[in-house]
Nanobody, 127 residues
Framework: QLQLVESGGGLVQPGGSLRLSCVAS????????IGWFRQAPGKDPEGVSC????????FYADSVKGRFTISRDNAKNTAYLQMNSLKPEDTAVYYC????????????????????WGQGTQVTVSS
């Protein structure tokens, strides 16, 4: 069974950092781009970042550019989202997702571009 599992969310003060992890099971991430999305209460999902299967290309939403870094370790079948300088507006449930593609749908793509989803991890930025 193909599965993505996120972890690493939590409560952090403004200006703090978190690193989210996304572990794949039942399939190899080697052949898939990985995206991160987030959804705040009452808002539509927002594409945050995407990384191609070969690590050659990364994309970020303007709202997180310069603060978030996406990476992957194919040997560990894991992708990461390093989040620095967190702001209250970053509060959301964060999801990792994989499309049936080596490349990202430029730049991050839409929800319907992705075929496999994790269950989400809550990130709360508050003092």
């Amino acid at each position: 069974q193909l599965q993505l599992v996120e972890s690493g969310g939590g409560l952090v003060q403004p200006g703090g950092s978190l690193r989210l992890s996304c572990v794949a099971s039942g399939f190899s991430l080697h052949y898939y781009a990985i995206g991160w999305f987030r959804q705040a209460p009452g808002k539509d999902p927002e594409g945050v970042s995407c990384i191609s299967a070969t690590n050659d290309n990364t994309f970020y939403a303007d709202s997180v550019k310069g603060r978030f870094t996406i990476s992957r370790d194919n040997a560990k079948n894991t992708a990461y989202l390093q989040m620095n300088s967190l702001k209250p507006e970053d509060t959301a449930v964060y999801y990792c997702a994989a499309p049936q593609s080596y490349e990202c749908y430029g730049p991050v793509g839409k929800v319907y571009d992705y075929d496999y989803w994790g269950q989400g991890t809550q990130v709360t930025v508050s003092s």
